[in-house]
């Protein structure tokens, strides 16, 4: 199993980012807790964890009310 992450910007719509993969889900977890700053700052809104070809969850980059 491998998890990544897929990207969206504000409206939703898919873009590009790292395209890091990690042999666990708490080591993904872990990276984006660390760049989560950066990606936003790049302009990705959200994201999305991926195990494999199964979406697990999605989470918002950006700060409340934005």
Request: aromatic share 10%; no cysteine.
């Amino acid at each position: 199993m491998t998890w990544t992450w897929r990207y969206e910007d504000g409206e939703g719509r898919p873009v590009d980012g790292p395209s890091e993969i990690f042999s666990s889900q708490a080591d993904a977890e872990s990276w984006v807790g660390q760049t989560w700053r950066d990606l936003a700052a790049a302009g990705i809104a959200s994201v999305t964890l991926v195990e494999d070809d199964r979406s697990e969850y999605r989470m918002s980059l950006l700060a409340a009310g934005e």
